[in-house]
C-alpha cells in the first residue's frame, strides 16, 4: 500500500533521520505538484514523498545488499541502501540520471555511466573490434566484483555469467570476499550452473516424479529412455514466449511423432487450472506433466522459459537450447530422427 507523505510528514521523517538510515535527498523543479514515488520492490516499499518548496528527503533502510529506486516525472536513479547521504536532482538533464553521494553510491553512478557509454560503444563497433570490448567488459565485471562486497559487486558477478565457462565462473567466485561469494543469490547461481553442466548435451536424464491434480503420480522416465527422441516443452500458461513456440512444436510432432518420437509438455511455475485451461484452448495433443512448479527447474537449472531439450532414445540429453527454438526446432530434430 503507498504511504503518501504530506509537508509535516516529510518534515518529522527528516529530522528522525539518524545514522541508522539510509538519507535519500533531492530537488525538484519548484511550484511542481508531482510527488517522488520512492520503491524498494524486496522489502515492498513504495512510497510517495511530496516535495517542500522543491525539496524532499526521506529516511530508508540500511542493507547494502539491495537497492532503491526513485521515480519523477518520468525520470529515475537507483541508489545503494548502505546508510549514507545520497541525494538526486530531478531538475538535471543527465543521462543517465545518477545520484550523488560517496562510496558506494558513487561508485555505483560510475558503473552506471561507464555501463551507458559501453552500451553505445559495443554496436557502433567494427565486428573485428568487438573480441577485445567483450574483454574490457569481463574485465570491467571482475574488476567492479572484486572492490565492492555489496550489490554493486553483485550485480557484477551476474553480469560477468554468460561471459565465463561454468568452472572459470566457479573459480572466479572463490576468489571474491566471502560476503559475496556466499551471498544467497549468488550459491543459487552457481547450483544453477552445476544444474546445467549436469544436464548438457551428452549426459544422461534427471528423472522426477509430480503428483498430478487427479491424484496420479507422472515421472519424466515415464517417457524418455523409452526408445524414442523426446522433445521436452518447459513452459507455462502465463509464459507468452511459450505460447508462440507452440505452432512450432506442433509441427515437429506431426511431421515426427510415432514410433520413433514423442513430445511431452512439462508445465512449470504456474497453477494447475490455469494450465489445463491453456491446453485445452491451444488443442495440445502430445502428453503433458503439470504443476511442476520449480521441481525441473531446479534440476535442469532452468532460469527462464520456454526451455526445450532433446532426449536421446536411451535418456542421453542430445540437444539443448536456441538450436530447439523457433525456426530452428524442426531442422535440429530432423537431424535425428529420420
Do not use: H, W
Given at each position: 500500500m503507498k504511504k503518501i507523505f504530506t509537508a509535516v510528514i516529510v518534515a518529522a521523517a527528516v529530522m528522525s533521520c539518524t545514522s541508522k538510515n539510509t538519507v535519500l535527498s533531492g530537488i525538484v523543479p519548484e511550484g511542481s505538484d508531482q510527488q517522488v514515488r520512492v520503491m524498494v520492490r524486496s522489502l515492498k516499499l513504495d512510497t510517495l514523498v511530496t516535495p517542500v518548496n522543491g525539496k524532499f528527503s526521506i529516511g530508508l533502510p540500511v542493507d547494502d545488499k539491495l537497492m532503491a529506486v526513485a521515480h519523477y516525472d518520468g525520470k529515475s536513479a537507483q541508489l545503494i541502501l548502505d546508510g549514507s547521504r545520497v541525494s538526486i536532482d530531478f531538475t538535471s538533464d543527465e543521462k543517465p540520471l545518477c545520484v550523488q553521494g560517496k562510496g558506494a553510491n558513487a561508485a555505483y553512478a560510475e558503473y552506471v555511466r561507464w555501463n551507458a557509454d559501453y552500451r553505445n560503444r559495443y554496436p557502433a563497433a567494427p565486428v573485428e573490434e568487438r573480441a577485445a570490448l567483450m574483454d574490457e567488459y569481463r574485465n570491467k565485471?571482475?574488476?567492479?566484483?572484486?572492490?565492492?562486497?555489496?550489490?554493486?559487486?553483485?550485480?557484477?558477478?551476474?553480469?560477468?555469467?554468460?561471459?565465463?565457462?561454468?568452472?572459470?565462473?566457479?573459480?572466479?567466485?572463490?576468489?571474491?570476499?566471502?560476503?559475496?561469494?556466499?551471498?544467497?543469490?549468488?550459491?543459487?547461481?552457481?547450483?544453477?550452473?552445476?544444474?546445467?553442466?549436469?544436464?548438457?548435451?551428452?549426459?544422461?536424464?534427471?528423472?522426477?516424479?509430480i503428483t498430478q491434480p487427479d491424484g496420479s503420480v507422472k515421472k519424466l522416465s515415464d517417457y524418455v529412455g523409452k526408445g524414442k527422441y523426446v522433445l521436452a516443452d518447459f513452459w507455462a500458461s502465463w509464459c507468452g514466449p511459450c505460447r508462440r513456440e507452440i505452432p512450432n512444436v506442433k509441427k515437429v510432432y506431426d511431421r515426427f511423432g510415432g514410433e520413433k518420437f514423442e513430445v511431452v509438455s512439462i508445465a512449470v511455475w504456474d497453477k494447475a487450472e490455469n494450465t489445463l485451461k491453456a491446453i485445452e484452448e491451444e488443442k495440445l495433443e502430445w502428453p503433458q506433466i503439470i504443476d511442476c512448479q520449480d521441481v525441473p527447474g531446479k534440476l535442469y537449472g532452468i532460469e527462464g522459459i520456454p526451455v526445450m531439450i532433446l532426449f536421446g532414445p536411451d535418456g542421453t540429453i542430445v540437444e539443448r537450447g536456441g538450436e530447439l527454438r523457433g525456426e530452428n526446432m524442426e531442422p535440429t530434430i530432423a537431424k535425428y530422427v529420420k
Open positions: 565485471m571482475k574488476e567492479i566484483a572484486a572492490a565492492n562486497n555489496n550489490v554493486l559487486g553483485l550485480i557484477a558477478v551476474k553480469n560477468i555469467k554468460p561471459l565465463l565457462e561454468p568452472a572459470q565462473m566457479r573459480e572466479f567466485v572463490a576468489t571474491l570476499d566471502p560476503a559475496i561469494s556466499e551471498d544467497e543469490g549468488i550459491v543459487t547461481m552457481l547450483e544453477t550452473i552445476d544444474a546445467q553442466e549436469a544436464t548438457s548435451p551428452g549426459k544422461m536424464f534427471a528423472d522426477f516424479e
